[in-house]
């Protein structure tokens, strides 16, 4: 068994691929150590990006599997896709316009096996010049998290901040946990990383923080979330619809209702607007009453919430004030004024 399966989701990325192919090539964890699973997901450039990858599969049999599907399934599906080939202990997902320091592979499993992780999460670093010189970094705040309790669950999942994402790219995570839980991303939409590791959230017994910089992010002008959504515009409220129906099938929504609740208020509801606003759309009444009716429908009773009544932010306070406001053309216009001064 291979001890780490990296897996990459590939549409029209031949001018980025081979930097991020090259530096798993050369991690310091040894060849012989990881497979490198590239998943052309249904590329329209001619064949660029294929041709590429069945070139470096070529190169190193033993190492790199190429999968193509024939349809687009976005990078979930493309994520979901390999990860149903990878075949070693850990798994760990990378964008193939981004790559990992050589260290990367190495220190994640050493502290994944000296900890018994789960997951291991480490750091990042963002980049807009691709032939940048990054050094791994490495901070003195590593920490072993322990989750055996309801209660240690409830914080577990409350804490999202710069060192514990929703993001699925800087974790390792142990694989048999993922296939045991049949854990897997929404297709054919953006925005849908918290489909894969909230649920994740729930099984994990053992999250280790690595304090170490091993991720390099290129900020593209062309990536998902930079490029234009179009009519992926509102895909996060549906993913978030589709991860309360999840959760409340596997019985998690019960046990943990207001934490689910506020999860889906804050990052369902609050951040699809933040991002729509800070891209520069302009919400017309139709989408925002869209938004709103989606959270009284889900969670009739938000406003109930124990954690909101606890620390009332000004952007959640904002969001609770936008459900209960009656929305027409001329208080539209107010609205999108007022969240885009605080957005």
């Known amino acids: 068994m291979k001890a780490v399966s990296v897996v990459v989701p590939c549409y029209n990325t031949a001018v980025y691929l081979e930097k991020c192919i090259v530096q798993l090539l050369q991690q310091t964890i040894g060849i012989g150590s990881i497979e490198i699973i590239l998943v052309n997901d249904a590329s329209t450039d001619e064949g660029a990006t294929w041709n590429l990858i069945k070139e470096y599969e070529q190169r190193f049999p033993e190492t790199i599997l190429a999968v193509t599907l024939d349809q687009n399934m976005r990078q979930g599906g493309a994520r979901n896709i390999g990860a149903s080939y990878a075949s070693g202990e850990y798994i760990m997902f990378c964008d193939a316009d981004d790559w990992l320091l050589e260290e990367a592979l190495d220190h994640c499993y050493q502290a994944a096996k000296e900890y018994d992780a789960d997951v291991v999460e480490f750091l990042n670093t963002n980049v807009k010049n691709r032939d940048a010189l990054i050094d791994p970094i490495r901070g003195e705040q ?50 849908e990383e918290p489909s894969f590791t909230l649920p994740l959230r729930f099984y994990e017994k053992r999250h280790y923080l ?13 990536s998902t979330v930079r ?18 129906n999840e959760l409340e099938d596997r019985g998690f929504l019960q ?10 208020f804050e ?14 759309y302009v919400l017309m009444k139709e989408e925002l009453l869209f938004l709103t009716n989606m959270v009284s429908k889900t969670f009739p009773n938000i406003r109930k919430n124990k954690y909101l009544n606890e620390e009332q932010r000004s952007w959640r306070s904002l969001m609770i004030t936008l459900l209960d406001l009656e929305i027409t053309d001329e208080s539209a216009a107010v609205i999108n004024a007022v969240l885009k001064k605080y957005a």
């Open 142 to 191: 590593s920490q072993l998290i322990v989750v055996e309790t309801e209660e240690q669950r409830r914080e577990f999942l409350l804490r999202i901040d710069e060192r514990m994402t929703l993001g699925s790219q800087r974790k390792l995570c142990r694989r048999s946990l993922i296939r045991e839980h049949q854990i897997a991303f929404v297709e054919h939409l953006i925005f």
């Open 210 to 222: 690595l304090d170490e910089v091993l991720y390099v992010n290129y900020l593209s002008p062309q």
């Open 227 to 244: 490029g234009n959504w179009g009519e992926h515009k509102w895909d996060n409220p549906k993913v978030w619809t589709r991860l309360i």
């Open 255 to 264: 046990i943990y209702f207001p934490e689910i609740e506020l999860l889906f």
């Open 267 to 280: 990052w369902g509801f609050g951040v699809s607007i933040r991002m729509a606003i800070q891209k520069g």
